[in-house]
């Protein structure tokens, strides 16, 4: 589709001028009472029929918790947060006996149409046959998340086929305790920083991946998070592993209702890449932003690092970041392999009042590490945003390369534009470029637009999926137009 | 004595002789340094370097009656760094002292002392960041010079020396006051030198008026057990024109905080700097930039050349406040790493609230360039010669940016001869 006409398409849908995914859906649920202490936990875990040693792991983590405070240095300020006023576990009440598509509550296929999950994959969660070159064509597996429970998966056989483990992490837990007791908290340590502690201690879901030697994953995974009952901190908790020479892309979607209190998502997302392994993850995340008085919104805090074990293994980050109140968020790699690669591309857009700290950490450990990062950031209305991004060279990561590319974009004079790299090298023979540019869009530019026809609007969204695109363009395809969708509504009523 | 356990260093051994209870900024400054202490690494302003050497060193008041030959000697090694001989135009200090016997001062501009005038008297914050409380706290002299309207004052030597016994450490913290006012010009080349183990913790208060010029030089050859911890608070006003440089050579731990502040439109600032560090040497320059009013124009290069386990820091912050829009901000910072031992900790800095603005700001780390040095052997030049050339070209890019061209000569001296000892 020609970019005028998509960017035309994309503003028709700001018509309707509200977070268009602000719905809630009315299903029974099961919740656990307000509070964190070890009872909750002791809940949480017996509810999810956990092993021991599991409910210890989360002990331990909740009593490091205890001792640990929110971290302070972010370019972010928000009222301090009750924890003792969330409910740490809510699910949708199951009818008893085995999963099976057919018993998806019609509810929850309504929300998913509402959320613009592609059709067939909908036949798919409402368990209709599909016409097998619809498969053929696009085939991408869903792991739903519904507030705390997975509540289907799909494709589950194609990829058992080819020996791809895709579930929730719950059900990996009973299935498959010795892989997921091997890698839990082996990137992200439970005692890692204060949300990342939280999340250890009360996480209630999230996805698996383990992808075994040498396959590389028939499909792309996709899993879309939800935060949907009132008051529920959403602590997903993503594990994904992939063995020698075998590759994987998956694809991470947030959208969540609208909302007046603020809400706090604290996930944690760990990867694993052995030799010759490639991880490629992908986030488009829309969280409720709140309105445009600041009222409301998600704080998001997120904790996403990826480890780059064996020689020659590959994570590549791809985010953009148009939703939520507050972000709070570093996904990072950690090069270990000798020749690993990470990568991180970013496009964090801000309007009205919310608030992003986000960018990545590059660890360099072994020889030959390579990183790329490429972050895009656009401020719009009264926001802030900021790019905070660390490389280290460490001193045995002899021939190791970095670079970095930040540009920020304001959009009017009220918001904030901020950039923090962190730049430490202990290594001679590793090299680190950095640039940076903070501007405006130029005059001259808008006014090359506006003489053809666009309007003020139309042009300010074709130059900045113009800006972006070095980062839209390393996302799979059908992210890459929900994302020049999600800038166009984000900068919603930033210009004029 | 003290009954409060601060979260850094404890500052006892400068609260014990300090003027804790000369008037207000002193008392203010001195509740901050009781409270917070001198920062170990994990204070965000401090992240890579720490005070932690200050811990238990018993720092006594410096001496104002030391060995005259010496002094002599050394400032003969200041006027050998520089370049400018006897004749020039220089105010002395030893030990944080005004030595009025070695001075020779400048024509047509009003030169005084912060003894003379018996306190401090200025508008800086005296607890805006520990460098300035500590100084706050302790001075007790200082030069304060004043360029009056639409004079040229020239060139100006300031000249630190820093004398001690070796197993006497003592501190100075002389307080420096120097404004230029509208349309008035003046050079000045500051060159601190020493021997013995003392700290040195200058502060610089500058007004730059408007369409006033400074350009100012720093030579940081101070003892090479010596500390240094240097702080700058300038001000430019409409069109006024501050050029600083600072050239880090010696002392074991050494930082110069920069503070820039660009009041009114038209003002124009450099902050440059080389660090040229060796052995266990630490270095750190920070600065904050702060445009406060539009159409302004900064500019910063910072370049570091470290060898054995010296380790360099870099922190610069480039702040533009939303009035300042047509704001012109450019940050460089540079290092090249000699040996596998050196370490580098850079963290340029953009907060920007105005958006019609061009802000940019680049880091390079590395090695020197195989491909260049390829490029000279292939030439017939030897590998040591190639590798003198490269370095030399890397630090004349910066020091070549000094717009005063007497200034511009002393630093290039004063860089030959690091670079002389340094082969060697």
């Known amino acids: ?496 | 004595m003290n009954a409060i356990t601060p979260v850094g260093v404890n500052a006892s051994a400068f609260l014990d002789r300090g003027a804790v209870d000369a008037g207000v900024k002193q008392r203010t400054a001195a509740d901050f340094l009781r409270h917070a202490g001198l920062p170990r690494a994990g204070v965000e302003a401090w992240k890579y370097t720490s005070l932690r050497a200050l811990a238990d060193v018993p720092f006594a008041t410096a001496q104002r009656d030391v060995d005259g030959a010496t002094v002599d000697t050394l400032l003969a090694e200041v006027e050998t760094i520089s370049g400018l001989g006897a004749g020039a135009d220089r105010v002395v200090f030893v030990n944080g002292y005004f030595d009025a016997a070695r001075s020779r001062l400048p024509k047509g501009v009003k030169v005084s002392t912060l003894a003379q005038s018996g306190a401090v008297q200025d508008d800086i914050d005296p607890v805006g960041d520990v460098t300035t409380a500590l100084n706050t706290v302790m001075a007790r002299d200082g030069l304060v010079l004043v360029v009056p309207d639409g004079v040229d004052a020239g060139c100006l030597l300031l000249a630190s020396i820093g004398l001690t016994a070796e197993d006497a450490p003592v501190s100075f913290h002389p307080r420096h006051h120097i404004r230029v006012e509208k349309g008035g010009r003046l050079a000045v080349l500051d060159a601190a030198v020493g021997q013995g183990y003392y700290l040195h913790n200058p502060l610089y208060d500058i007004v730059v008026a408007d369409d006033a010029y400074l350009s100012h030089a720093r030579i940081q050859a101070e003892d090479r057990q010596a500390l240094h911890l240097a702080v700058s608070h300038a001000r430019i006003a409409a069109a006024g024109v501050y050029d600083s440089f600072t050239l880090t050579l010696g002392g074991s731990l050494s930082r110069h905080e920069v503070h820039a502040a660009l009041t009114q439109a038209g003002g124009s600032v450099h902050v440059n700097g080389a660090q040229l560090l060796m052995g266990h040497q630490h270095g750190d320059l920070s600065s904050v930039i702060t445009h406060a009013a539009p159409e302004c124009i900064s500019r910063q290069t910072v370049k570091n050349v470290l060898s054995d386990q010296a380790r360099g820091v870099f922190q610069g912050k480039i702040l533009v406040d939303r009035i300042a829009q047509k704001t012109d901000g450019y940050q460089m910072n540079q290092a090249l790493l000699l040996s596998d031992g050196a370490e580098i900790d850079a963290k340029p800095e953009l907060e920007i609230y105005a958006d019609d603005v061009k802000c940019s700001h680049g880091a390079t780390v590395g090695a020197l360039d195989d491909d260049q040095l390829f490029y000279l052997r292939s030439r017939g030049i030897s590998g040591e010669a190639a590798r003198s050339i490269l370095i030399r070209a890397f630090l004349h890019d910066v020091v070549d940016q000094i717009d005063d061209q007497r200034l511009k000569d002393s630093l290039n001296l004063a860089v030959e001869a690091w670079w002389k000892r340094e082969a060697a």
């Open chain 1, 1 to 496: 589709m020609p970019a005028v006409a998509e960017t035309r398409k994309a503003v028709e849908t700001l018509g309707q001028s509200t977070y268009k995914w602000g719905f809630e859906t009315d299903i029974e649920m099961d919740i656990a009472p307000k509070g964190l202490n070890e009872d909750t936990i002791r809940l949480i875990s017996s509810r999810k029929q956990e092993p021991q040693w599991l409910l210890e792991w989360r002990l331990k983590a909740y009593r490091s918790w205890l001792e640990m405070r929110e971290p302070t240095w972010a370019k972010v300020h928000h009222p301090p947060i009750d924890y003792q006023d969330v409910h740490y576990y809510a699910a949708p009440r199951k009818k008893p006996g085995p999963k099976s598509l057919e018993e998806v509550d019609p509810e929850l296929l309504r929300t998913y149409e509402k959320l613009g999950i592609p059709l067939h994959e909908q036949a798919m969660l409402a368990g209709v046959e599909v016409p097998e070159g619809q498969e053929a064509r696009a085939p991408v597996a869903v792991d739903a998340v519904f507030d705390s429970v997975s509540v289907a998966t799909t494709f589950r056989k194609t990829l058992q086929e080819a020996g791809v483990i895709f579930c929730p992490i719950s059900e990996a837990v009973r299935e498959h305790p010795e892989l997921v007791r091997q890698y839990l908290g082996s990137v992200v340590p439970v005692t890692d920083n204060f949300y990342a502690a939280l999340n250890a201690a009360v996480f209630t879901d999230g996805s698996f991946v383990y992808v075994p030697k040498g396959v590389r994953c028939p499909m792309e995974l996709s899993t879309y998070f939800r935060i949907n009952a009132r008051n529920t901190g959403q602590f997903e908790r993503t594990l994904i592993v992939v063995e020698d020479g075998a590759s994987v892309s998956y694809l991470e979607g947030c959208t969540a209702p609208m909302r007046d209190e603020n809400q706090l998502h604290a996930a944690v997302v760990e990867l694993v890449a052995m030799d010759d392994a490639s991880i490629k993850y992908s986030t488009v995340q829309n969280w409720y932003p709140g309105d445009e008085n600041g009222k409301g919104g998600i704080y998001n805090f997120v904790t996403k690092r990826g480890a780059c074990r064996g020689a020659r293994s590959k994570i590549s980050w791809t985010q953009v970041e148009t939703g939520s109140a507050i972000t709070w968020k570093y996904p990072s790699c950690i090069l270990q392999g000798e020749g690993s690669v990470g990568e991180f591309y970013s496009v964090a857009v801000t309007n009205n009042h919310q608030q992003a700290d986000t960018g990545t950490k590059m660890i360099h450990i072994g020889r030959n590490t390579r990183s790329t990062i490429i972050a895009k950031t656009i401020s719009a209305g009264q926001s802030d945003s900021t790019y905070r991004g660390l490389v280290r060279m460490m001193p045995k990561a002899s021939g190791s390369r970095n670079f970095t590319q930040c540009d920020s974009l304001l959009i009017g004079d009220r918001c904030g534009a901020h950039t923090v790299p962190y730049i430490e090298s202990r290594n001679m023979s590793a090299r680190v470029e950095h640039e940076a540019t903070t501007s405006k869009i130029s005059e001259d530019q808008l006014f090359y637009c506006r003489q053809r026809g666009l309007s003020e609007e139309d042009a300010v969204g074709l130059i900045v999926n113009g800006f972006c695109k070095d980062v839209l363009k390393e996302l799979p395809m059908e992210f890459a137009v929900e994302a020049q969708k999600l800038l166009q509504i984000s900068l919603e009523g930033s210009v004029g």
